[in-house]
Every structure is written in structure tokens, then in C-alpha cells.
């Protein structure tokens, strides 16, 4: 028998009581018991995504809510402007197209953030953008977008929507979608969330339902539309997981227990450690400072072994999972994942095993270096 450690960045591990949670008999979805729990678990979440707007809760892996977000808004030949800093706004950027969108990519080199001027020169270029995508923590490279600083890129020269994926940090991270005019905000269960994968989000603004009302283009399992009807029900559409929903709750119980704040500083913390760790062990980062993530770190190739033979040895040796690289990054960076139910603890137990793994592959560096790097990020806040 062994415990296998889950540090990828998402599906991430679940709470014993959000599994718990997740037991309740099954419910009728028409019925009154349903609708009071969706009613208090879909309010729960406008702190996380820092709006007064109703969250809608959809059946589907955090890629629906991408969808949705574009079926609603976008009619074959509008002109979008895609921010990509990796795999994710890639994958946006192709749904977009799938839909018909005249997409003009924005591409930022892998590992780095956007910044308000790229966009502003972007942005510049073109009269008739419809709306303007981003991704708000790029998983495939552990960057965190400056999305306040992007929405007001897009907000002063563009009349464009500003549709952000906020699937790998929504609930770990700050997020003011009202304050800082993001149009749709979405996310995922899997990741921040604490959940089982299975269920997606979408907020929307004032100014992007104008837009959703009058779009001639089909949706039938994704039209918002259908979406909001049912909601001023308390209920979905169509079936939902209703398990999940379940969960949910229990997890805004969780984030209120902890306080949202405390939670988007808890990530914070880790960061510092994952970083100062990495650093300490030897290992290059992929990132700077001020483009990390609060919620994955991507680890570089150092020169003396192979970081896809480390995963994989750390996997088979230490049953510790991190995930390898995605696109053209495969093979060639190990994803650390330090969100939802992650702590400080955890972070210590995960570059301890780091550094075990690297002493069986003779990597040279101080033995326990990683480890106490970490430890004095933790001990300046406990
Ligand atoms: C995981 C992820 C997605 C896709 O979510 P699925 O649940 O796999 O569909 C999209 N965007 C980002 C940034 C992600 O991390």
C-alpha cells in the first residue's frame, strides 16, 4: 500500500468533508430542497469572483464554460483579439476559431506575462474587435496575467467585451470583475475549487449580456440565456451534478471558515516557498518573480539531469505526482501545483521528496537546502 501525493495543477486533492459533502442521498433537481441549495451555493460565489452578477453553474469540465462564453458572444466573422502566454490561450484561441472568429493572436513567449503595453500596441492595430481574451493564470507555464492592468488596456482603446479564463486560480487568487470590468469570468472545479472535476462557472457582465441578447448564433446546451432563466428558479436547465453542487457547498463553507483573504494569502506564501525552494535546490524557474503564480510553478531543465526522468522518478519512487509540460514545453519542465487544499505543510512534504529524488540522481546541490529555504518563507508569516 503506499498514498499517492497529488501535486498536479488540477485535478487537485479534495477535502475529506467536501468528499463527505459529496454523499448526500440524491435529490430531485425540481424540487424545494435543491433549490435552497443551489440558491445560498451560487451567492456564495460572487466573493470569488468579485462580483455583484449571478454565477452560473454549468454541467461540464472548465473548457464548457470557455465555450460558452464565446457561443454566446462571438458571430462567425467578428474580429477577436486572442492574449496567449501559452497552452491555454492556444486552446482559447482555437475555440474561438471553431466558432468563426477572425482571431488576431497576441502571443507573449512562454513564461512570461502580458503586459498593458503589449496589449495597448495590439489593440491599436485594429478598429472592430468584438471582444478581447485573455487567460488569467496560464497552467502550461505557471504565469499570472496583470488582468486589472489588461482590462484597462482593453476598456480605454477598444470597446471591445473582455472574456478572461480564470479555470486554474479563481477561488486562490483575487479577482475584482466588477471593479476592474471583466465582461465573463469563468472557471473550473478541479483546480482552486477543491472539487472533483464536473462542474464550470460563468459570470457576466451588464454590457456582455447586451451582447449575449442579441447573438443570432445557436447554443442550446450553453446558451446563457437558458442558463439565467433557470436561475432566477434556483435551478439549471438541465440536470446538473448535483453531488458536485453538494460539494460546493461545503467548499464556500471552507473558503468563509478560512476567510477568502487568508486563502488568497495562503497561496501567496506558498508561492514564496515553492520559489525560494526551487532556487535553493538548484533548479531554474521558468518564470520571474513578478509573473508567478500563486498556484503553480513550472521547473526548468537544470544542466546536470533530466527533469522528465525526476517526475517520473518521483512518481515511482515517492508516489508524488507533479505534472510534466504541455505543448511545446513537453519533456521539458515538472509543474508543481500549490492550490486549493494545499498548505504550507504540504509544500515542505512535496520539496522534501524533490529533494530525495535529486540525490538519487546525483543532482548536485546542499542537501536540505530546499527545505529550509521554504521553511524560513513560512516561519516570517506563522
Ligand atoms: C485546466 C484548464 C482549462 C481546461 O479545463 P478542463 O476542465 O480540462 O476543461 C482551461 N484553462 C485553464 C487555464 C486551465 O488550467
Known amino acids: ?28 433537481h425540481r424540487g424545494g430542497e435543491f433549490k435552497t441549495l443551489f440558491k ?28 460558452t462564453a464565446i457561443a454566446n458572444t462571438i458571430f462567425p466573422g467578428d474580429e477577436v483579439v486572442v492574449v496567449t502566454v501559452g497552452d491555454f490561450g492556444d486552446r482559447f484561441a482555437a475555440i474561438c476559431e471553431t466558432y468563426g472568429a477572425v482571431v488576431h493572436k497576441l502571443e507573449i513567449k512562454w513564461g512570461k506575462a502580458c503586459t ?48 478572461v479564463d480564470g479555470v486554474s486560480c479563481i477561488g486562490g487568487v483575487d479577482a475584482k470583475m466588477d471593479e476592474w470590468g ?23 457582465s451588464e454590457k456582455a449580456w447586451k451582447i449575449i441578447e442579441n447573438n443570432q448564433a445557436p447554443a442550446y446546451y450553453l446558451d446563457l440565456l437558458s ?42 506564501i506558498m508561492k514564496k516557498m515553492v520559489r525560494q525552494a526551487i532556487r535553493a535546490l538548484g ?4 518564470t520571474n518573480d513578478e509573473d508567478a503564480s500563486p498556484t503553480v510553478t513550472a521547473i526548468s531543465e537544470p544542466a546536470d539531469l533530466s527533469i522528465e526522468k525526476l517526475r517520473t522518478h518521483l512518481k515511482q519512487t515517492y508516489h508524488i505526482d507533479f505534472a510534466g509540460g504541455q505543448g511545446k514545453l513537453k519533456g521539458k519542465i515538472m509543474r508543481f501545483g500549490h492550490m486549493g487544499y494545499c498548505f504550507p505543510g504540504d509544500v515542505l512534504e512535496a520539496v522534501s521528496l524533490i529533494e530525495c529524488g535529486l540525490k538519487d540522481l546525483n543532482h548536485q546541490f546542499e542537501y536540505g537546502a530546499g527545505v529550509k529555504a521554504a521553511q524560513e518563507v513560512y516561519l516570517e508569516y506563522v
Request: negative net charge.
Open 1 to 28: 500500500m503506499h498514498k499517492t501525493i497529488l501535486r498536479n495543477p488540477g485535478p487537485t486533492p479534495v477535502p475529506g468533508q467536501v468528499q463527505q459533502a459529496m454523499n448526500h442521498g440524491m435529490i430531485s
Open 40 to 67: 445560498e451555493t451560487a451567492n456564495r460565489l460572487k466573493p470569488l469572483f468579485g462580483t455583484e452578477q449571478d454565477v452560473f453553474i454549468i454541467t461540464g469540465s472548465g473548457t464548457s464554460a470557455l465555450e
Open 116 to 163: 498593458e503595453e503589449e496589449l495597448t500596441e495590439c489593440l491599436k492595430r485594429f478598429n472592430h474587435i468584438k471582444a478581447v481574451i485573455a487567460t488569467y493564470n496560464e497552467t502550461s507555464t505557471g504565469v499570472l496575467n496583470p488582468v486589472e492592468q489588461l482590462a484597462k488596456a482593453v476598456h480605454t482603446h477598444s470597446d471591445a467585451l473582455f472574456i
Open 182 to 204: 471583466i465582461d465573463i469570468l469563468v472557471t473550473g472545479s478541479q483546480k482552486a475549487l477543491m472539487l472533483p472535476p464536473g462542474l464550470a462557472f460563468v459570470s457576466v
Open 227 to 268: 442558463y439565467r432563466k433557470s436561475y432566477e428558479k434556483h435551478m439549471t436547465p438541465n440536470t446538473p451534478a448535483v453531488s458536485l453542487i453538494y460539494g460546493l457547498q461545503e467548499v464556500c463553507r471552507l473558503i468563509e471558515e478560512e476567510g477568502f483573504d487568508q486563502t488568497v494569502k495562503r497561496h501567496e
Open 283 to 286: 533548479l531554474p524557474l521558468l
